[in-house]
């Protein structure tokens, strides 16, 4: 069985009991930072096992395959990111369908997640929403980005590195009009931040300010409604 368990996405204390209980049982865990992941465990007592894989991006293929190896000899497995869902913006897709493939029972452990979290705490529609991860770095892809949820009339959220933040809020007014939007830092953390407005508005706020932690932009969808004219 390989178990794809959601993690805390800050407080610690969101952890499910039933994801505790995997943790606790499982002959393998396989985690994106075996540091983040030690501090999980030592929150709940939880023991170290006897495998305990460091299964990142830039060793999704090989790691991948001693991990189905441990699946196929009929040990369990729990997969876990940083934070939040694994193979969402996050390692665990390859692993995914990997054990899909061959035909290895897999069960999702449910848990916290930025992306409701952040569209919940935006106050825009929360009816139909688009998720994307992590926008392009470079302009022109970025652009194009946008482009393709410029006429949605559905709620868009990314993610976004606290360095490229302000910039990409620039591009997105750019392309998308100057809708309203909220940038949610350090979700679930002792300084988490929520700020509302629109992206002019939110484009002046972060535009030559440091910002530390976890990013997750809301922008509202094509309504006029949410745009300012």
Request: proline share 6%; charged share 20%; with cysteine.
């Amino acid at each position: 069985m390989l178990y794809i368990v959601a993690t805390p996405i800050g407080n610690l204390g969101d952890f499910s009991h039933r994801g505790i209980q995997v943790l606790r049982e499982v002959d393998a865990i396989a985690c994106e930072d075996t540091r983040r992941t030690r501090i999980l465990l030592a929150h709940y007592q939880i023991p170290i096992p006897k495998y305990f894989i460091s299964y990142r991006e830039q060793t999704e293929i090989k790691k991948g395959k001693g991990i189905i190896e441990l699946l196929a000899a009929g040990k369990t497995v729990a997969l876990c990111s940083d934070s939040g869902y694994p193979g969402i913006s996050d390692p665990g897709y390859r692993l995914i369908c990997d054990a899909i493939e061959k035909v290895i029972n897999i069960q999702v452990i449910p848990g916290a997640s930025a992306v409701p979290v952040a569209l919940l705490l935006s106050g825009l529609p929360s009816s139909s929403y688009t998720f994307k991860g992590f926008p392009p770095r470079k302009v022109g892809p970025i652009q194009r980005f946008f482009e393709l949820e410029k006429d949605m009339p559905h709620t868009l959220i990314v993610y976004e590195s606290p360095m490229r933040l302000a910039k990409t809020l620039t591009i997105a007014e750019e392309v998308l009009g100057d809708r309203k939007a909220a940038v949610c830092i350090e979700l679930t953390k002792m300084f988490e931040s929520v700020s509302r407005g629109f992206l002019t508005d939110l484009v002046a706020e972060f535009t030559g300010h440091t910002i530390k932690g976890e990013v997750t932009i809301v922008i509202a969808g094509n309504n006029p409604k949410f745009v300012r004219s």
